[in-house]
């Protein structure tokens, strides 16, 4: 017969086991996860920057009544610089509407008469919302919560798991935080920045975005207010990153659509795609410098698509053939 005190160790040391197997088959913390994504961040964007790649952009104005009144097409080159990218225009495509007439045009900022508001947003439209000087890639950081400072507006829900392109990805939700209350965590923390209500799919091995969908959950930003007035909605975008190597992504896909009406006599549904494609490697005369990215493999697994570079060194890139 069995000792009663060793059954009793033998039932807890069963329960210690069951229990540590359970914690080892449950999800990552998304705070984890979400850390991890932020610290990411800037290591991406400077190996995007090793990169010469084609970039189209489509921009569509319709009336109230579904009538497209303009539209504009743009191809770009894309070319790495010491501090972000270069975009250089190969090709530009334009047409308006007037008097039932689709009327082309092929160079950028056209006025066809002098308060031709179109003409005007249209332009302001794609430097704002794709050809943001303070981001690397062109894409406002506001727009979507990635970044360590843009995560601060936010909470984050872990719902689970799935594959996304044939990767395992971990599904994330994602509002604005509170602006006051016992939700607020961090001392001195206001809350209430963020805009956007939205799901995030990040992958699970490298801890990268690979597709992130927003739509205004309160609020306008300032700078949409400044660009298209105060009465805008279904406002909403979408990012898609593709993976080209080891902790290599680059977003692929972007694009947003919404109603605007300005005044009270302009009203229009305003929509964007952008699409990147023809990636090629950039000649690296000088190296970069940056943190291991965050794996749950062992980075000797996974280990960058070229030299790993000098500390504290610069970059000069010129294109390759």
């Known amino acids: 017969m069995t000792n009663p005190k060793a059954r009793t160790a033998i039932l807890a040391f069963g329960a ?3 229990v540590a197997k359970l914690h080892a088959q449950s999800p990552e913390a998304v705070e984890s996860i979400m850390v ?3 610290r990411n961040q800037d290591r991406a964007l400077e190996m995007r920057s090793a990169f010469v790649y084609h970039q189209e952009l489509l921009i569509r104005f319709k009336r109230s009544d579904g009538i497209t009144c303009r539209e504009e097409t743009r191809e770009f080159t894309v070319t790495p610089t010491p501090k972000g990218s ?18 082309a045009y092929t160079q950028p900022r056209y006025h066809y008469k002098e308060l031709d508001l179109d003409g005007e947003l249209i332009t302001d439209f794609a430097k704002d919302f794709t050809d943001d000087q303070a981001a690397r890639d062109g894409l406002a950081s506001d727009l979507f919560p ?3 400072t843009e995560q601060e507006k936010y909470r984050f829900t872990l719902k689970g798991t799935g594959t996304y392109h044939d990767r395992s990805v971990y599904k994330i939700s994602f509002r604005p935080r509170p602006k006051t209350g016992s939700d607020l965590e961090r001392p001195g923390d206001q809350g209430g920045e963020g805009c956007w209500d939205g799901e995030l799919l990040v992958d699970a091995t490298e801890y990268q975005p690979a597709l992130v969908s927003t739509h205004l959950a309160r609020g306008i930003p300032f700078w949409v207010k400044a660009l298209l007035g105060t009465d805008v909605a279904h406002l909403g975008f979408k990012v898609a990153y593709a993976r080209f190597g080891p902790n290599l992504w680059f977003p692929v896909e972007y694009g947003g659509e919404f109603k605007v ?6 009203k229009r549904s305003m929509a964007l795609a952008l699409h990147n494609n023809g990636f ?7 190296a970069l410098s940056y943190e291991e990215p965050f794996n749950s493999d062992d980075d000797s697994a996974n280990p960058p698509p070229h030299e790993t570079p000098a500390q504290g060194s610069t970059s000069h890139t010129s294109p390759v053939q």
């Not at 009406?261 to 302009?266: E, L, Q, R, S, W």
């Not at 090629?280 to 000088?286: F, G, M, P, Y």
């Open 146 to 148: 990635l970044t360590r």
């Open 86 to 103: 270069e975009k250089n225009l190969t090709r530009f495509q334009g047409g308006y509407l007037k008097d039932k007439t689709y009327i």
């Open 280 to 286: 090629k490697r950039a000649e690296v005369t000088t």
């Open 16 to 18: 210690l086991l069951t």
């Open 261 to 266: 009406k300005a005044v009270f006599f302009y």
């Open 36 to 38: 991890k994504v932020a």
